[in-house]
């Protein structure tokens, strides 16, 4: 099931090998990872996440690898701009996401509009952040932008708080964030 889970996810992309490379890539690589029971779960999982991770292009890659420093779910909007904050052009941030959530390493939430990693995909991302080294300059940007967008959000949240009838609509936006 795990191996039928990670072709499915690579075939929904928009930009999905030919089905020979499918072919081989699970004749060569999938089955053999994948299937062997003396593979502990975590290892057979890790296995489908990194063959997900390793199909995206690598702005997704370090986009994942960024966005999964939120500490709980996020607004599309808000990961762009803390994206883009760090200093990549990227135009079509929302398809980036859209691309993640495609290969089953972010879920998007349709009530709340709100995007989450599942913790054992965002467990992943932040290994892949370490091993990769981290850039400092990059972390920086990164880190003030979040800095930046919580204190909006509390300076929004005082704003509304002594008005009693917002209070409620304060706590409820920084339960959601935090």
């Known amino acids: 099931p795990l191996a039928l ?21 699970l004749s060569d690589e999938l089955i053999k990872t994948l299937s062997p029971e003396e593979l502990s779960t975590s290892v057979r999982v890790n296995t489908s996440i990194y063959l997900s991770y390793k199909h995206l292009t690598s702005m997704s890659q370090k986009a994942g690898r960024y966005l999964a420093k939120f500490p ?7 990961a762009c ?45 932040l290994s892949m952040q370490k091993s990769l080294g ?3 300059k990059e972390n920086t940007q990164f880190t003030l932008a979040f800095i930046h967008l919580y204190t909006n959000m509390l300076n929004e ?13 304060s706590l409820n936006r920084f339960d959601a964030e935090s």
Do not use: W
Request: aromatic letters at 8%; charged letters at 20%.
């Open 5 to 25: 889970r990670v072709v499915a996810s690579i075939l929904r992309g928009p930009d999905h090998p030919d089905p020979q490379v499918i072919i081989k890539m």
């Open 72 to 78: 709980a779910s996020f607004e599309g909007a808000v």
């Open 81 to 125: 701009n803390i994206f883009q904050s760090v200093a990549y052009q990227v135009e079509n941030c929302l398809d980036i996401l859209k691309t993640l959530q495609q290969r089953s390493l972010l879920e998007h939430n349709q009530r709340t509009q709100r995007y989450q990693f599942h913790p054992l995909i965002r467990e992943f991302f």
């Open 134 to 136: 981290i850039n400092k």
């Open 157 to 169: 949240i005082a704003k509304h708080s002594s008005a009693k009838s917002t209070s409620v609509y």
